[in-house]
C-alpha cells in the first residue's frame, strides 16, 4: 500500500506542515526585525535583548499569520492537498455552532474572572487606554483578537477535523483523545515555554473541546467555544496569554505573581498558568456525567 494514501498520512502531513509553516514564518518575522535593528545601526549590547522582546511580544500575532498563510499554502496546492481555505474558515457554517458555544465559553470565563478576583487572587485596574490613543488601543486589540481566531480556527481543524476524524476509524476514543492531546501539547510546546501547570491546563482544554467537537459533530462548535474564552479573557480582559502581555480592553491582573495568588490565578503567565482554570476544567468535563445519571426513587 502506498504510505502517502494511508488515511494516518494525512494527519501527520497536517501536522509536520503546520510546525514548518509557523517555524518558517516566525524565523522570517525574526529576520525582518534584526534587520530593522541593523539598518538602524543599533549595535548597542542590549539589542538582542530587544529583538527578543519584540518578538515574544508579538507572538500572537506570529502564529494567527503563519496559520493564515499556512492555510492558503494548502488552497494553492490544491489538487497536490486536500484541503481548501473555506473548508477551514467556513464561516457560513459557522453561524450555525457560535452562539451556544461561545455562550458557554463566555460562563467558564466569567467564573473563571469572578472566582479568581472575588477570591482577592485578581486586582481589576480599569480601562487601559487614554482618550487619545482609543482608535490606535482599539485597532491593536482588534488585530490580536483576529490572529488569535485565525489560530484557534485552524488548530481545531487539525486537531479534530483531521487528527480526530482520522484516527477514530482505526482507534477508541481514548486513544484519539490521548493523541490529539500529545499533538496538540507538543505544538504548544514548540510555540512557547511551558510550565507543569500550564501543560496540565492545555491537555484539559483539549479533551474539554474535544468533548464538545464529538458532541456538536463539528470542529467549528470547539473552535467558537474555545476562541471566545480565550478572546475575552486575553483581549477583553488583558490577561497575559503564555507570559505574553496582551492588548486588553479592560485591565485585568493577578494580585501578586509569587505564592498561592500566582499559583490560584497563573500570575504573569496568564490563567493558563492557574490551578482555578483546573478545577474549572475538571469540573467541566465532569458536567455530562452528572447529567447522564438517572435519578432513582
Given at each position: 500500500m502506498n504510505l502517502m494514501k494511508h488515511p494516518f498520512a494525512r494527519a501527520a502531513g497536517f501536522v509536520m506542515g503546520y510546525a514548518v509553516c509557523f517555524w518558517f514564518v516566525r524565523l522570517f518575522i525574526i529576520t525582518i526585525v534584526a534587520y530593522n535593528f541593523v539598518r538602524l545601526s543599533d549595535s548597542s549590547p542590549l539589542a538582542l535583548q530587544k529583538i527578543g522582546d519584540i518578538v515574544r511580544a508579538?507572538?500572537?500575532?506570529?502564529?494567527?499569520?503563519?496559520?493564515?498563510?499556512?492555510?492558503?499554502?494548502?488552497?494553492?496546492?490544491?489538487?497536490?492537498?486536500?484541503?481548501?481555505?473555506?473548508?477551514?474558515?467556513?464561516?457560513?457554517?459557522?453561524?450555525?455552532?457560535?452562539?451556544?458555544?461561545?455562550?458557554?465559553?463566555?460562563?467558564?470565563?466569567?467564573?473563571?474572572?469572578?472566582?479568581?478576583?472575588?477570591?482577592?487572587?485578581?486586582?481589576?485596574?480599569?480601562?487601559?487606554?487614554?482618550?487619545?490613543?482609543?482608535?490606535?488601543?482599539?485597532?491593536?486589540?482588534?488585530?490580536?483578537?483576529?490572529?488569535?481566531?485565525?489560530?484557534?480556527?485552524?488548530?481545531?481543524?487539525?486537531?479534530?477535523?483531521?487528527?480526530?476524524?482520522?484516527?477514530s476509524q482505526k482507534m477508541s476514543t481514548i486513544k484519539v483523545v490521548a493523541v490529539s492531546s500529545a499533538v496538540y501539547l507538543g505544538v504548544k510546546l514548540l510555540q512557547f515555554n511551558l510550565g507543569y501547570i500550564?501543560?496540565?491546563?492545555?491537555?484539559?482544554?483539549?479533551?474539554?473541546?474535544?468533548?464538545?467537537?464529538?458532541t456538536e459533530r463539528s470542529y467549528l462548535a470547539s473552535a467558537s467555544f474555545s476562541a471566545t474564552?480565550?478572546?475575552?479573557?486575553?483581549?477583553?480582559?488583558?490577561?497575559?496569554?503564555?507570559?505574553?502581555?496582551?492588548?486588553?480592553i479592560f485591565l485585568l491582573r493577578a494580585a501578586s505573581d509569587e505564592g498561592l495568588a500566582s499559583t490560584l490565578s497563573g500570575g504573569a503567565i496568564g490563567p493558563e498558568g492557574g490551578l482555578v482554570l483546573t478545577v474549572l476544567l475538571m469540573i467541566y468535563l465532569y458536567l455530562p456525567q452528572i447529567r447522564s445519571k438517572k435519578i432513582e426513587v
Open positions: 508579538n507572538q500572537v500575532l506570529t502564529y494567527g499569520i503563519s496559520a493564515i498563510v499556512f492555510v492558503s499554502l494548502l488552497h494553492a496546492l490544491h489538487p497536490l492537498t486536500r484541503t481548501r481555505f473555506h473548508e477551514v474558515f467556513n464561516l457560513k457554517s459557522l453561524k450555525d455552532h457560535f452562539l451556544p458555544n461561545a455562550l458557554n465559553g463566555a460562563i467558564l470565563t466569567v467564573v473563571l474572572l469572578v472566582g479568581t478576583t472575588l477570591g482577592g487572587y485578581m486586582s481589576y485596574l480599569g480601562v487601559y487606554m487614554k482618550f487619545d490613543e482609543v482608535l490606535l488601543a482599539l485597532g491593536t486589540a482588534t488585530l490580536f483578537a483576529a490572529a488569535l481566531f485565525a489560530l484557534t480556527l485552524v488548530e481545531e481543524y487539525m486537531l479534530r477535523q483531521v487528527i480526530e476524524t482520522t484516527l500550564e501543560a496540565m491546563n492545555l491537555v484539559l482544554l483539549n479533551i474539554t473541546l474535544s468533548m464538545i467537537a464529538r474564552f480565550m478572546m475575552l479573557v486575553h483581549i477583553v480582559f488583558g490577561l497575559p496569554f503564555m507570559q505574553q502581555d496582551m492588548p486588553g
